[in-house]
């Protein structure tokens, strides 16, 4: 795992405390996601500072936001092969543990808050940008642009002085350790459903609320104005 992170630790403990879940030692990575999240959203928050340098404050944290999600770490894990070097409980790893994105994701954060004790800011900051080099920034900033559909909808809908949408999971398929969230948007003033799907719960919000925009869009409410 040193040689993926292409760094080699002072203090290895750290990086076995990164690589250990609460279901297997009362040592485990939880603290270090608390610090390595922090980390992570100043590095990111600074590099698409200097990237972007016209866009706002607002796209600035859409962006950031789009970047640092679960779905992000949880590939990144993947392209680290860190599955195979997590420490689980007996009862998580049967239960598919070693794929759960949540697990993955969280895993990664505390890796960056373990270079962070172990090297200083510096080498964590460089690790994020190693994990997230292979993405392109740009095409985070052109989905921005338009707006996250979450986002996008509750601004539609507050322009118009109507009720936030309600969202609700109305089904998880799959394997435990390929589980995807099935979830409903409720525009209920308008009596206006869709429905999304994703590998968590908020990216099937995401996609649920990007089919109710387009669907507002072609309702005769979006002609109305504030």
Do not use: W
């Not at 040193?2 to 760094?7: A, G, K, M, V």
């Not at 894990?77 to 949540?102: C, D």
Request: proline residues 3%; contains cysteine.
């Amino acid at each position: 795992m040193q040689e993926r992170l292409h760094h080699r630790f002072q203090n290895t403990r750290l990086l076995q405390q990164a690589l250990t879940h609460r279901s297997f030692s009362a040592t485990h990575n939880e603290r270090l996601e608390f610090l390595g999240d922090s980390v992570l959203n100043i590095s990111i928050s600074e590099r698409l500072f200097r990237q972007f340098p016209q866009a706002t404050e607002g796209e600035l944290s859409r962006m950031r936001a789009n970047l640092v999600c679960e779905d992000s770490l949880h590939r990144i894990a993947l392209a680290l092969e860190l599955p195979a070097f997590l420490q689980l409980g007996e009862g998580e790893a049967r239960s598919g543990g070693r794929q759960r994105p949540s697990i993955l994701a969280d895993a990664i954060e505390a890796l960056i808050g373990a270079v962070y004790l172990d090297a200083g800011f510096p080498a964590a900051q460089a690790l994020v940008e190693r994990f997230f080099a292979s993405m392109n920034l740009s095409a985070s900033a052109d989905r921005v642009a338009s707006k996250d559909g979450k986002t996008a909808l509750q601004e539609f809908l507050q322009g118009r002085k109507m009720p936030l949408p309600v969202y609700t999971v109305t089904d998880i398929q799959g394997a435990e350790h390929a589980q995807v969230f099935v979830v409903e948007c409720r525009v209920d003033s308008l009596q206006l459903r869709t429905e999304g799907q994703g590998q968590s719960r908020r990216t099937a919000e995401q996609a649920a609320a990007r089919q109710m925009v387009q669907q507002l869009q072609k309702h005769p409410i979006a002609e109305r104005r504030t």
